[in-house]
């Protein structure tokens, strides 16, 4: 039975075509400006202050109030009414009762900065960190609000910031995906958090799931190399021949880089994901038992060794879309899930610096929104949405340590000095990494598209 060539292109090298590389894998929609290879290595707009990005987010909304951004009075006025503009994700005037955080508040480091009892490990590295206070974004829905926050846009799915990246920079090591996620699961909003939507389908994130193996296929199944390497001189010929008659064909030429770099991957994926190496200081200082393969101490360590490795942009979630920080009911969450990624995060911003990676590498973290600083009933134990003020920081990679940028009100309900929108924190991430982000583009169903769409503005008091 005569075979198509996707069906021989997926059983190639007994199954490395089958990958989990989705982005990689996919069919590429168009191609770039260097057609012979989509991936290769540019130069930013200017120089750049960061080579690389690792973008924490934890899924469902962390409370400002409770974590980074100290709030006296709201602690002061504890069960007195105010006038709420917005509830339920419905505009109007609601009278509320306002609700202390439920963790004490302390300086830390030289710069004194208020972090709660939530986070003591990160607030033993806080002179590195850069919060941002003053975070507002257009919508408190969860698949929206987490839209935005990857793609900048809450209604249609758009490039993720990880897929603009390297569609604007490309790799240095062609043996690994220059856009990688690794996440238990999912957020709000799926894949589309990292997808690359109508940019070239090599740029899109490749998901990578914590566990014995969290890259399944990648390991050659023929009997030996001399084998495998007969057969991707065959595939080559296969592909040069489709290709010579199909002029300037870019998708063709897009797919023909992803095979390579799922070729290159089963030599160097393997090594990237073998913490038998790490010391034990190391593995204690991420919180990391030996042996382990999930939880958010290894998707730690492995993204500091995947950015050794020159992969361009790394995602960490910390949970997907259930049992996450959506504290509706009881806040009281927060301290489970702020104990799984308080001392990782600490020790990676730690293991960088004393690497002399965190100079080079942008670590931000961001959740969706915030949540409200009162509520409906007075002492309730949980809090509601709230896009309207939340927090994000920055550490690393150009940005100033120790310092914290903007304010919110005097309960923490409104955005009000030194704002950032998602947008402007997405201006200012490609900024970083030496993109000015009106000036990448993509020309897509007649209109040039960007990350920030029409808006966003470098948030320059924080550059260092």
């Excluded at 009075?73 to 007195?80: S, T, Y």
């Excluded at 992803?258 to 190496?277: N, V």
């Excluded at 920081?393 to 120790?402: M, P």
Aim: net charge neutral; aromatic share 8%; with cysteine.
């Amino acid at each position: 039975m005569r075979s198509s060539r996707r069906e021989f292109l997926h059983r190639a090298s007994g199954g490395f075509g089958a990958v989990a590389l989705a982005g990689l894998l996919a069919e590429a929609q168009a191609a770039e400006a260097n057609p012979a290879d989509p991936l290769a290595a540019r130069k930013g707009h200017f120089p750049a202050k960061a080579d690389r990005v690792i973008f924490i987010f934890s899924t469902g909304g962390v409370s400002h109030v409770d974590t980074f951004d100290h709030k006296p009075k709201l602690i002061a006025d504890h069960g007195k009414s105010v006038t709420a503009s917005r509830w339920l994700n419905k505009p109007g005037k609601f009278e509320r009762f306002l609700i202390k955080p439920r963790w004490a508040f302390k300086p830390y480091g030289k710069s004194g900065l208020m972090v709660s009892d939530l986070f003591p490990s990160l607030g033993g590295v806080i002179d590195d960190v850069c919060l941002l206070n003053a975070m507002h974004c257009d919508s408190d829905g969860h698949d929206k609000a987490t839209l935005a926050a990857h793609a900048g846009s809450p209604q249609f799915a758009r490039p993720s910031i990880g897929a603009w990246a390297s569609y604007g920079l490309g790799t240095v090591n062609k043996n690994l995906p220059s856009f990688m996620v690794l996440a238990p699961a999912a957020p709000y909003a799926g894949a589309q958090t990292w997808g690359s939507d109508f940019l070239p389908g090599c740029h899109q994130g490749t998901h990578v799931v914590p566990g014995k193996d969290p890259l399944p296929n990648v390991l050659p199944r023929v009997p030996g190399p001399e084998l495998q390497q007969m057969e991707l001189e065959l595939l080559g010929k296969l592909n040069r021949k489709h290709l010579d008659e199909r002029a300037a064909d870019r998708a063709l030429d897009a797919r023909i880089r992803s095979f390579e770099t799922a070729f290159g991957m089963q030599r160097e994926a393997p090594e990237a994901f073998d913490l038998t190496k790490e010391t034990d200081e190391t593995l204690k200082l991420y919180g990391v038992d030996r042996g382990a393969t999930t939880g958010f101490g290894w998707q730690c360590l492995v993204a500091r060794r995947l950015a050794e490795r020159g992969v361009r942009f790394l995602e960490l979630i910390d949970v997907g879309s259930s049992n996450n920080w959506d504290s509706h009911g009881n806040m009281a969450d927060h301290e489970r899930l702020a104990k799984a990624i308080d001392r990782p995060i600490a020790g990676l911003l730690a293991d960088l610096k004393r690497r002399g990676m965190l100079d080079r590498t942008l670590v931000v973290w961001t959740t969706e929104f915030g949540r409200t600083p009162f509520h409906q009933q007075a002492g309730h134990a949980g809090r509601e949405h709230h896009n309207l003020c939340f927090t994000s920081w920055l550490a690393g990679g150009g940005a100033k340590g120790g310092v914290a940028h903007g304010t919110s009100d005097e309960y923490g309900i409104l955005a009000a000095e030194g704002k950032v929108h998602t947008h402007d924190l997405h201006a200012t991430i490609l900024h970083l990494l030496g993109i000015d982000h009106e000036r990448l583009t993509y020309r897509h169903a007649g209109r040039d598209y960007r990350l920030t769409d029409v808006a966003g503005e470098v948030v320059k008091p924080i550059l260092a």
